[in-house]
């Protein structure tokens, strides 16, 4: 079984296509990932499940 280039991007468009089906209020928040969740206060770094859920929102904006 060969490594393709095909194969690299098919992975990678299944694996958007699974963050873009992620809904907040089925999913995300019966795990804690809920937009409630995110708040931060002002100066604060933001922590890499903030991150995650930036990155889960902004995929889910540009495949709409």
Same mark, same amino acid.
């Given at each position: 079984?060969?490594? /393709? =280039?095909?194969? &690299?991007?098919?992975?990678? +468009? =299944?694996?958007?296509?699974?963050?873009?089906? =992620?809904? #907040? #209020? @089925?999913?995300?928040?019966?795990? %804690?990932? $809920? +937009? !409630?969740?995110?708040? $931060? %206060?002002? $100066? !604060?770094?933001? %922590? +890499?499940?903030?991150? &995650?859920?930036? &990155?889960? @929102?902004? +995929? @889910? /904006?540009?495949? @709409?």
């Amino acid at each position: 079984m060969a490594f /393709t =280039l095909y194969a &690299l991007i098919q992975a990678a +468009v =299944l694996c958007v296509n699974a963050v873009a089906v =992620l809904h #907040e #209020e @089925r999913f995300l928040s019966k795990i %804690g990932w $809920g +937009v !409630d969740q995110s708040v $931060g %206060g002002f $100066g !604060d770094e933001p %922590g +890499v499940k903030v991150q &995650l859920m930036n &990155l889960i @929102r902004s +995929v @889910r /904006t540009v495949m @709409r």
